[in-house]
C-alpha cells in the first residue's frame, strides 16, 4: 500500500514524523509537506506564484505551498504512482466541530478526497506535542481498521481527535457528529509602536456546545472522536423547503 503523508504545521513538526512511523507498519510511505507553519489557511491554493519543491530526504519532499498545494503535486508529479491513502497530521491542536472549516490539516485530507483518493485527518487536542509518539499502538490500530476496507465510503474523510489525556487512559473511540466552537476574546485592537492601529486574530478562550454525538464530547470524556466529513455541504434536508419558498424572477 502506498500511502502519502502531510500535514500543516510544516515539514519539521513532530506530529508528520508520529504519523509517518505509525503509517509505516502499513506500507510505503512518501512524505510531502509544507516547509513552514501553515495552520489555519483552510482549502488554499497558490495560484499566483511558482511552487518549489525539495526534497530533504529519500521519502521526504518540501513545498513552499499550503497543504492543498502539497496534495496536488504530489499526485499530481511528484510521486510515482498514486496513493491507496492520504494521512493528514498529527495536527498540533485540535480540529473540532467548527474548526474543521479553518484547518489546512483537514483540506488536506478533502483535497485527496477530491482526488478519488481514502483520507483520514488527524489532530491531537492537547496543548503540548512532545509526547505524540506515545499514540503510535492506538493510531496503528485505529489507521488497521480504515485501511483495511474495501467499502472506504466515497467523497468521504474520516476527522480523528486524540483526546488531551496519556494514550493509556484513552475510554475508547466514538463515532461523532461535528460540534460548534465559539471563541471570546481573540480579536486584539492595538497600536503599533509607531501609533498606527493594528488588529490581531488569536488567543482567547474558546467554548463549545453540541449534540450527545458531538466530537467536543467525545473528547471530553476521554475518546478519540472519528467524524466522517462529506465534501458536499449542500443542506440536503432543506431542499424541498427551500424549493417551497419560490424563488423566481
Ligand atoms: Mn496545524
Keep these: 500500500m502506498r500511502i502519502l503523508v502531510t500535514n500543516d504545521d510544516g515539514y519539521l513538526a513532530g506530529g508528520l514524523r508520529a504519523l509517518a512511523i505509525a503509517a509505516g507498519e502499513f506500507g510505503e510511505v512518501q512524505i510531502v509537506a509544507p516547509d513552514r507553519e501553515q495552520s ?13 519543491a525539495r526534497k530533504v530526504e529519500d521519502n521526504l519532499t518540501v513545498i ?20 491507496d491513502f492520504v494521512l493528514s497530521g498529527i ?10 472549516l479553518y484547518s489546512g490539516t483537514v483540506a488536506a485530507a478533502m483535497e485527496a478526497c477530491i482526488l478519488g483518493i ?12 512532545d509526547r505524540l509518539a506515545d499514540w503510535r ?15 472506504f465510503p466515497a467523497e468521504t474523510l474520516f476527522n480523528v481527535n486524540l483526546p488531551p489525556i496519556d494514550p493509556r487512559e484513552v475510554q475508547g ?15 486584539t485592537r492595538a497600536n503599533d509602536p509607531n501609533g498606527r492601529e493594528y488588529f490581531w486574530i488569536g488567543g482567547g478562550e474558546s467554548t463549545w456546545w453540541g449534540a450527545e454525538t458531538s466530537d467536543f464530547r467525545a473528547i471530553h ?20 423547503e427551500i424549493g417551497e419558498w419560490g424563488l423566481n424572477l
Design 173 to 187: 473511540i466514538k463515532v461523532t457528529t461535528l460540534g460548534r466552537r465559539a471563541y471570546v476574546g481573540s480579536l
Design 221 to 240: 470524556e476521554g475518546f478519540i472522536s472519528v467524524t466522517p466529513l462529506h465534501i458536499d455541504l449542500t443542506n440536503h434536508r432543506l431542499l424541498r
Design 64 to 83: 513552499d505551498g499550503t497543504p492543498t498545494d502539497c496534495v496536488i503535486l504530489a499526485v499530481g508529479e511528484l510521486l510515482r504512482e498514486k496513493p
Design 91 to 100: 495536527n498540533h491542536g485540535p480540529n473540532l466541530g467548527d474548526d474543521v
Design 137 to 151: 499502538p492506538h493510531l496503528a490500530t485505529l489507521l488497521r481498521q480504515l485501511l483495511v476496507r474495501t467499502d
Design 40 to 52: 489555519a489557511t483552510s482549502h488554499s491554493l497558490t495560484l499566483h506564484f511558482p511552487l518549489r
Design 118 to 129: 481514502p483520507a483520514v485527518a488527524i489532530s491531537y487536542t492537547g496543548k503540548t506535542h
